[in-house]
Structures are given as C-alpha cells and as structure tokens.
C-alpha cells in the first residue's frame, strides 16, 4: 500500500481538491503544502477543519501568503488566540495584517517577539514600543 503523500501525489488537482474537503487530518495537512493555490483554498474551506488545525497552519512557514490572509480575514478563526499568535510570529504573514492584529496579544508573547528575530524589523519595533506604552 502507498503511504498518504504517495497516493496524494498520484492524484489530479480535482481529486486533491476532492481530499481536501472530505479528507482526513493527516491529508489536509499534507495538501495545505500544495502548490496549487487552489488545493489550499479547498483545505480552509473544509467543513471538518479545527480550530487546532488552523493554528498550525498559521505558524507554517511553508504556506502561501494568500493562505495566511484568507485565515486572517476569517472572523471565526481570529477569535483565537492561538490563530492570532500564529499568524504574528509567522514571518510570511502579510505586514499590515500582523501590524493589526498586534494590539491583541499579551505583554508576555510582545516581550518574546521583540527579541525574534525571524519577523521583520518594524514589527519587532512596534512591540517594543507596545511594552514600553502598557507600562506606563
């Protein structure tokens, strides 16, 4: 038997897109990687994906930006911290969706990511400058 990413890989993009809906968990994952946008699209809009799931995907660093920015502009999905998080420390996030999503994260997770050094400059910057506001 071939494993999930052999079979996967054998499909067409109408069959992956196909896996994407109605898939496992293992098969999402592995097509939230795929190269056609397309197949990504059909993984986020899967009635079956968690809220887990999604947060994981904020924090590859192996997606699309398109990807990224369908998830943040997903009411749903924002209102988790762990979405929000993701998507911040993420170094592909778009910048002026990280920028706005800044305001909703603790003093402690904009202490850690004034020291990253994996996201751009300017937002490492403004949440510098955020700890020093909030203690005032």
């Known amino acids: 038997r071939a494993s999930t990413v052999q079979r996967i890989a054998g499909m067409t993009v109408a069959q992956r897109m196909s896996v994407a809906m109605k898939g496992t968990r293992e098969e999402r994952t592995i097509l939230i990687r795929d190269p056609n946008k397309i197949v990504g699209v059909a993984v986020l809009s899967s009635p079956t994906l968690t809220e887990q799931e999604v947060a994981a995907i904020a924090r590859m660093a192996s997606i699309n930006d398109e990807l990224l920015r369908m998830i943040a502009n997903t009411?749903?999905?924002?209102?988790?911290?762990?979405?929000?998080?993701?998507?911040?420390?993420?170094?592909?996030?778009?910048?002026?969706?990280?920028?706005?999503?800044?305001?909703?994260?603790?003093?402690?997770?904009?202490?850690?990511?004034s020291q990253d050094r994996n996201i751009p400059d300017v937002l490492r910057i403004t949440a510098r400058k955020k700890i020093v506001i909030d203690k005032r």
């Open 75 to 113: 009411r749903a999905w924002i209102k988790s911290y762990d979405v929000v998080l993701g998507l911040v420390k993420n170094a592909k996030t778009p910048l002026a969706i990280t920028m706005n999503l800044l305001s909703r994260l603790n003093e402690k997770d904009l202490r850690m990511l």
